[in-house]
């Protein structure tokens, strides 16, 4: 499985982007697969997953009400709407992905690829 995440930049708070990462050498409908950041000092934290069907999602607190994952298993990518963004969102933002489930925790995940990095300016 090779994911390649893609879409950060520098945007200013309450702007939004849209990531995305495409999956390839998969059959990436039979794969949970989830979004984590992580900051310059901080550990990598959960921000969002979603099911191999698209049907459940789930967010962390931080991201709840802000931001959408979603996915399209017929052009093997999964995508990260963020609206309202916050300075506090900074971080480089990884793709993972899960055989089966999508959960909270970024060491269920078996495959990730390289970040994209979110810059937030206040």
């Known amino acids: 499985v090779q994911l390649q995440a893609s879409g950060g930049g520098l945007v200013q708070a309450g702007d939004s982007l849209r990531l995305s990462c495409a999956a390839s050498r998969c059959t990436f409908s039979n794969y949970g697969m989830g979004w984590f950041r992580q900051a310059t000092g901080k550990e990598r934290e959960f921000v969002a997953a979603?099911?191999?069907?698209?049907?459940?999602?789930y967010y962390s607190d931080s991201a709840k009400g802000r931001f959408t994952i979603s996915r399209d298993n017929a052009r093997n990518t999964a995508y990260l709407q963020m609206n309202s963004l916050k300075p506090e969102d900074t971080a480089t933002y990884y793709c993972e992905a899960q055989t089966g489930l999508a959960t909270r925790s970024w060491s269920d995940y078996q495959y990730w690829g390289q970040g994209t990095q979110v810059t937030v300016s206040s």
């Open positions: 979603v099911t191999w069907s698209g049907g459940s999602t």
